[in-house]
Structures are given as structure tokens and as C-alpha cells.
């Protein structure tokens, strides 16, 4: 399938996992490790579905921490990947797995470096609070962190949603015009974080 390493060979990248025909090293500087966290529903087989990507577009798996314990607000599981590939492919990796329907939280160092909290007030139930939140990280390109529900009143009366969210850095304040966006259409008053208040 693949061919073998040529005497004269470093060593300093190793095969891919799949066979495919490894990137030219003297382009990219050779392998570089990269980590990836991903948010996977609880079912069979998922883990093994979202990990193919990763072999398919020349990245070798290092590690796999699966949270199995740790539900995240929408009650997926959080996964981290360890994994090394060429630089040049590590956007292909990133892309397929999105293509692929996973959830990529993060992916490398740079993705989602910052951090917002909001405060949703209205019928945040009675509006559908799970069609809210994945307009949130669809339209603000944000992630849920953590969720806090107050509902006093019930889930048809005034209620409050505090939320942490992971956000490229340097666009809280194109992140939280998504969210008064989609506040106003649900009839949902935005409390926004007080300035400095940026993780």
C-alpha cells in the first residue's frame, strides 16, 4: 500500500495511519502535535465515526481523553484529541471533521483563545432554549461552556439563562451583536458583560 521509508530517511515523520502518501516535510517543517476538542453525542460508535477524519487527511492520533462523565450543557460528551500531521494538513483535519457533522469546541491553540458571559431574561423556555443555543454557536460561531437556568416562575413564566461561552479572541463584541440578534427575534433581553469583564 505504502511505500517504505528510503534508507536516506530521517525518521523525523512517520507514516500516515491510513497509507496515504505523507506531505513533502522539507514544505511543511514535518509533523507538529496539535490538540482537538470535540463534543460528541452519547451513542455507538460515535467516538470511532469522529476519529476517522483525523487517518484520512494524514494526522496520527497521539492521545484520546473521552469525558465520559463530564456531560457538557447540551448534554454531549466531551472529547479531547491529541494528534500530529503536517501544518499544511491540520485545516483539512478541522474541516473534514465539521463536514463530517462533529462539533469542533476547539481546534490548535488559537481557535475560541476568549471567553463571554451572558445573561438571557425572557421566556427563555417557553422560546425553545435548545433552538437558542445552537443559533448561538451557529450565527455567533461561539460555544456553550455552561449554562445556569433560573425558571422561578415555571417554564412558561420569566425565566433567566446565564451563559458561558468560548469565542474566538478578539470578537466578543461581533459575538454578543449575534446574540442581541437572536435575543430580539425571541423577544429576549441581553445582559452583557460589564467592559473588561472578557475572559
Same mark, same amino acid.
Given at each position: ?6 534508507? *536516506? ?8 495511519? *491510513? &497509507? /496515504? ?8 517543517? %514535518?509533523? #507538529? ?8 453525542? *452519547? $451513542?455507538?460508535? $460515535?467516538?470511532?465515526?469522529? +476519529? ?15 469525558? =465520559? ?5 447540551? %448534554?454531549?460528551?466531551?472529547? $479531547? ?9 491540520? !485545516?483539512?483535519?478541522?474541516?473534514? +471533521? #465539521?463536514?463530517? &457533522? ?5 481546534? &490548535?491553540? $488559537? ?15 417557553? /422560546? ?9 454557536? /451557529?450565527? !455567533? ?15 412558561? &413564566? ?5 451563559? =458561558? ?5 478578539? =470578537? !466578543? ?6 446574540? #442581541?440578534?437572536? %435575543? ?16
Amino acid at each position: 500500500m505504502g511505500d517504505s521509508p528510503t534508507p *536516506d530517511d530521517t525518521g523525523s515523520r512517520s507514516s500516515t495511519v *491510513d &497509507g /496515504t502518501q505523507p506531505a513533502d516535510p522539507s514544505s511543511d517543517g %514535518g509533523l #507538529r502535535a496539535y490538540t482537538v476538542r470535540l463534543e460528541l453525542v *452519547d $451513542e455507538p460508535g $460515535e467516538l470511532l465515526r469522529a +476519529l476517522a477524519p483525523i487517518s484520512e487527511n494524514g494526522g496520527n492520533l497521539l492521545s484520546i481523553h473521552h469525558e =465520559r462523565g463530564n456531560i457538557t450543557p447540551r %448534554g454531549h460528551i466531551p472529547v $479531547e484529541v491529541d494528534l500530529e500531521c503536517p501544518p499544511d494538513r491540520f !485545516a483539512d483535519v478541522v474541516e473534514s +471533521l #465539521r463536514e463530517g &457533522g462533529v462539533n469542533v469546541i476547539q481546534a &490548535g491553540a $488559537e481557535r475560541y483563545g476568549g471567553e463571554v458571559s451572558v445573561v438571557l431574561v425572557g421566556h427563555v423556555v417557553d /422560546t425553545d432554549l435548545s433552538d437558542t443555543l445552537s443559533a448561538i454557536e /451557529t450565527e !455567533a460561531n461561539a460555544v456553550v461552556l455552561d449554562l445556569s437556568l433560573a425558571a422561578p416562575d415555571g417554564t412558561t &413564566g420569566i425565566a433567566s439563562a446565564r451563559l =458561558r461561552l468560548a469565542i474566538d479572541t478578539g =470578537r !466578543a463584541e461581533e459575538v454578543l451583536e449575534s446574540i #442581541r440578534s437572536i %435575543g430580539a427575534e425571541k423577544d429576549l433581553t441581553v445582559v452583557e458583560p460589564l467592559p473588561g469583564g472578557e475572559a
